[in-house]
């Protein structure tokens, strides 16, 4: 019987991902993790590779999408807060 590589699914990080940072992309992620397991029990070793890479870019991407929707917001309500807070000194 042929040794099996543990191939990440990165299914775990894809829901984080989803649930916390940016819906569309973390969405994309959990469709590749779904696959990894499915292609590994096929004997799809390099399929399984790809989708398990495939999920961990695109979590990546989720994340930072996330991180940068967070910095911006961050950055609007403060320049608001700040707009409010000069015009209540007038």
């Known amino acids: 019987m042929?040794?099996?590589?543990?191939?990440p699914n990165?299914?775990?990080?894809?829901?984080?991902?989803?649930i916390c940072c940016c819906l569309p992309f973390g969405i994309v992620?959990?469709?590749y993790?779904?696959?990894?397991?499915g292609k590994v029990a096929a004997g799809d070793m390099a399929?399984?590779?790809a989708a398990s890479k495939n999920a961990k870019t695109w979590c990546w991407v989720a994340f930072g999408c996330g991180i940068a929707a967070w910095v911006?917001?961050?950055?609007i309500n403060g320049a608001t807060m700040m707009a409010v807070l000069?015009?209540?000194h007038h």
Not at 2 to 7: D, F, R, Y
Not at 33 to 37: H, M, R, S
Not at 72 to 75: E, R, W
């Open 47 to 49: 399929g399984a590779e």
């Open 72 to 75: 911006i917001s961050l950055a």
């Open 86 to 88: 000069s015009q209540a």
């Open 2 to 7: 042929a040794e099996t590589k543990a191939v």
């Open 29 to 31: 992620a959990i469709v």
């Open 10 to 18: 990165y299914l775990v990080q894809a829901i984080l991902c989803t």
């Open 33 to 37: 993790a779904a696959q990894v397991n």
